[in-house]
């Protein structure tokens, strides 16, 4: 299960590199062609008589959606924003694997223990809790340890290792958080920098500007602001998602652990 994640935790940047260049290929190849066929303005053949004449300021053709995206950004905020989508995608599918509760609590340990206890086999079962790298698997090593000085000093050391182990998963999921938190700011710094951009444009132009040339400026406040959003919102919503997971599995992971410990002999002294 460990390799497993590790190779996943590795292959997803891969994953969503290889996926975004494969868009923004398909996307430019939507492009229109370009004009290089075309007879230039100055020596274009005249019109047969008779033939309708097409008109000169003809509307260029609609560009790709991706292609406009990628333009407005910019390379500085393309970048920052591919960088917070690729720990996006993975701190998401980390946290999938590792929030699950055969993983947190897994059954071949439950079971393996509780064979081993009924058998009188402590040292058995001491060993299968050590070698086995669950949240429960180090919460009973360390109740059993404590096991001959007396029962409550293993509750105490149980907890310990408990909230220690709950601790070591919520620096985990905070930095879905995180993401969700630079999204917007990004966003909004994006929104500031193509507004000044905009603005300054009026500011240098002797006469009224056209809205073409204050439309770079406002794309990229626009669409900053967009995909910051996009971000952000999958980023909380999944961080809440986790942080209710986690406090129920921490209530599972005392609640079973104690039971498995109350089993031993010796605690019941």
Partial sequence: MQKQQVVLWRAV?????????????????????GDAGAVPEAVAVAPAVGEPVAPSDAPPAPQNLLVYYFR???PTFVIVFLGLSFALVALLVMCFLQLRRTVLLPPELVEGFEAH????????????AKGDDSPLGRVLA???????????QAL????????????R?????SYVSLVGALAPMFGLLGTVSGMVAAFSVIAQ???QPKPAELASGI??????????????IPANACFSLFRNWLERFSIDLDSESVRLIAKVPVAKK
């Fill in 156 to 167: 105490e050391a149980m907890r310990e290792v408990q909230a220690e182990e709950v601790m």
């Fill in 13 to 33: 940047p891969l994953l969503a590199l290889v996926a975004f260049t494969t868009s923004l290929s398909g996307a430019a190849a939507q492009e229109p062609a």
């Fill in 219 to 232: 794309s990229q406040a626009l669409v900053t602001t967009l995909i910051g959003l996009w971000l952000a």
């Fill in 142 to 152: 360390a109740a059993l340890v404590k096991l001959q000085i007396g029962y409550e």
């Fill in 205 to 207: 132009s002797a006469t």
């Fill in 169 to 173: 998963l919520e620096h985990k999921i």
């Fill in 117 to 128: 206890i009924e058998k009188k086999e402590f040292q058995q079962a001491y060993e299968l």
């Fill in 72 to 74: 407005a950004l910019g």
